[in-house]
C-alpha cells in the first residue's frame, strides 16, 4: 500500500517569498490534515479536511496561509507571504475516517525560511 | 495550560533496562489514546493505541488512567533502536463530533549501551 506522498522534501526561501506544499494522501483515506512542527515541539494542526471540505483551520493564519483539497483528494497548502518563524517541518497525514482512527504522515517538508 | 503535556526527557536507559514516562491531559472528554514513535528528522509514525483496560505490544505496555487523566508507556529490555521521541496522541471530541488529534510535546528516550 503507497503511503501519504508529499513534495518538496526541503524547502529553502528568503522572507516575504511564497512557498507551496503538495500531499497525496493514501488512496480511500477521506481525511487529510497539515501539520506543522517546530523543531522541539509537537505537531500543531493548521487545518483539516473531510473529502474536500474543511472541518478545521481554527490555528491557520489565514492571513498568510491557505490550503485547499480540490475534488477530496490531493491538497496544497501555500504560504504567501513567509516570515522566518514559519521554519518548521510541514506534515500531511491522512486517516480512513474523522475519529478515532489512527493517522499516517507523509514524511514531511521542511521549510527554512531566511 | 497545554492540552497534552509530557516531560520532555531525555530519558537516558542502558540497554536491557526499563524506562516508564507519562503524559497528562487535560480535556476529560478526551476518547481515545495513543503514543506515537518520532525518529530524528523522521515522520510520526504509530506507536500503539492506548486502551482502557491498559494493553501490551510486545516490548511495550500502555496504560490509561482515566480518573487521573494520564496514559503512560513502559519500555521492557530497551534496544538501542528504542532511542526516539514518543510523541503522546489524544483525540479530543469536539463539538461537531469530528474529533481533534492534540499532540504532546514529546518524550526523548535515549537508550546507551
Known amino acids: 500500500e503507497a503511503g501519504v506522498a508529499q513534495s518538496p522534501r526541503y524547502k529553502i526561501i528568503e522572507k516575504r517569498q511564497s512557498v507551496a506544499f503538495w500531499c497525496n494522501p493514501i488512496?480511500?483515506?477521506?481525511?487529510l490534515y497539515w501539520y506543522q512542527q517546530i523543531l522541539g515541539q509537537g505537531p500543531k494542526l493548521l487545518i483539516q479536511f473531510q473529502n474536500n471540505g474543511v472541518v478545521d483551520d481554527s490555528q491557520l493564519p489565514k492571513d498568510r496561509f491557505s490550503a485547499e483539497r480540490l475534488k477530496g483528494v490531493d491538497s496544497t497548502l501555500k504560504i504567501q507571504p513567509a516570515k522566518l518563524e514559519d521554519s518548521a517541518v510541514y506534515l500531511c497525514?491522512?486517516?480512513?475516517?474523522?475519529?478515532?482512527?489512527?493517522?499516517?504522515f507523509g514524511s514531511g517538508t521542511q521549510l527554512s525560511v531566511l | 495550560r497545554k492540552e497534552v503535556e509530557q516531560d520532555p526527557g531525555p530519558f537516558n536507559v542502558p540497554e536491557g533496562a526499563t524506562v516508564a514516562f507519562n503524559c497528562t491531559y487535560s480535556?476529560?472528554?478526551?476518547?481515545?489514546f495513543f503514543w506515537y514513535r518520532q525518529d530524528c528528522r523522521k515522520e510520526p509514525k504509530l506507536l500503539m493505541s492506548v486502551y482502557s483496560s491498559g494493553n501490551e505490544d510486545g516490548r511495550f505496555t500502555a496504560q490509561l488512567n482515566r480518573a487521573s487523566q494520564y496514559i503512560s508507556l513502559l519500555i521492557r529490555d530497551s534496544k538501542l533502536s528504542d532511542s526516539a521521541t514518543y510523541l503522546c496522541?489524544?483525540?479530543?471530541?469536539?463539538?461537531?463530533?469530528?474529533?481533534?488529534?492534540?499532540f504532546g510535546a514529546g518524550t526523548q528516550v535515549v537508550v546507551t549501551p
Open positions: 480535556n476529560s472528554a478526551s476518547q481515545s
Open positions: 497525514a491522512s486517516s480512513l475516517r474523522e475519529v478515532n482512527e489512527k493517522l499516517f
Open positions: 496522541v489524544v483525540n479530543e471530541r469536539t463539538t461537531d463530533s469530528w474529533g481533534k488529534f492534540q
Open positions: 488512496s480511500g483515506h477521506a481525511t
